[in-house]
């Protein structure tokens, strides 16, 4: 059976499309790995309208519930590997199944940057983690370090100072590039310590992490930690879509319209060129590629 469109992605863009098509009455499924991206992993929300403050979890609840309302498709724990246009069609393969569809509307977000410094790979869920809303409560009383200078990086370092007993914030420049309004937050903590010009050398342990190996302007110490949360960046997931323009970062190309340069394929949210990565924006971005697509079925037809 050839859909009419194809979701990949249920973040903030991919949610909003599909409730914006199943509105148009239009004929698709929504294929993710999970329900909220990495706006679910959030924990304080202060900027998002009609909500003065919300976490992350319960903004992406909200969501969800909107999306339920219309009894959309949903095909949770699917990943896309595949996909490609031929003669009109969208084919797509995934971890599970294939499927064919006219339009497609990619929004499958991004995925976190590894640091790539030894130990990393092999402690990885043995104290270094990507996810502070999903991991940091294992680490409650603990001593964590938490990697990264951007807003992922503070706002990971905020929700530890709640459940950790000390957390070192190691930034790799001079300056965070953060939001001011976060970096007040850290700045007087007495849980939190800041490391400038810092380099992760390596993560040490036996069965789980114990410490880590740092630099800073070649002045070299050990710190005795247990967690270790790598909050560097995001990789857009980009790598199955074939044919498509990207930047330099692997970001898709799009234009005003949320159209790629491939007649029929969105993109939408974090996964695209699109400036400044927010979930306001993303939202936006999936009503336009979600009526881009309505447009387009309706040229087809």
């Known amino acids: 059976m050839i859909l009419d469109l194809i ?4 973040g903030p ?4 499309a599909s409730v914006y098509a199943a509105r148009k009455r239009i004929k698709f499924l929504v294929i993710t790995k999970d329900i ?12 998002y309208p009609g909500y003065q403050f919300i976490t992350g979890p319960d903004l992406m609840a909200k969501f969800q519930e909107h999306m339920e309302k219309y009894g959309i498709q949903l095909n949770l724990n699917e990943e896309v590997v595949e996909l490609e246009k031929k003669d009109n069609i969208i084919y797509i393969k995934t971890t599970k199944a294939s499927y064919e569809a006219k339009t497609v509307i990619i929004s499958a977000g991004k995925k976190a940057k590894e640091i790539g410094a030894p130990g990393e790979k092999e402690y990885k869920n043995k104290g270094v983690a990507y996810c502070v809303t999903c991991d940091g409560p294992l680490f409650a009383e603990k001593d964590v370090a938490v990697f990264g200078g951007g807003n992922s990086a503070l706002d990971a370092a905020i929700q530890m100072t709640d459940i950790a007993s000390k957390v070192y914030l190691v930034n790799i420049t001079g300056a965070f590039t953060g939001d001011p309004i976060m970096q007040e937050k850290l700045k007087n903590n007495p849980k939190v310590k800041i490391l400038h010009n810092t380099r992760l050398e390596s993560i040490t342990g036996e069965k ?23 909050e560097i960046g995001m990789i857009p997931n980009s790598w199955f879509a074939s044919g498509l323009d990207k930047n330099e970062r692997g970001e898709i190309e799009v234009n005003c319209a949320n159209e790629t340069n491939v007649p029929g394929i969105f993109a939408a949210g974090d996964v695209t060129s699109v400036p400044e990565k927010q979930i306001v924006i993303a939202a936006g971005d999936g009503a336009k590629a979600a009526l881009g697509a309505f447009r387009y079925l309706g040229r087809l037809k």
Not at 13 to 16: D, L
Not at 36 to 47: F, K, R, T
């Open 7 to 10: 979701i990949i992605g249920a």
């Open 13 to 16: 863009a991919g949610i909003t």
């Open 36 to 47: 909220g991206g990495q706006a679910a992993w959030s924990s304080d929300v202060e900027n």
């Open 208 to 230: 789980f992490v114990k410490s880590i190996n740092v630099d800073t302007q070649g002045k070299k110490q050990a710190l005795d930690v247990e967690g270790v949360f790598i």
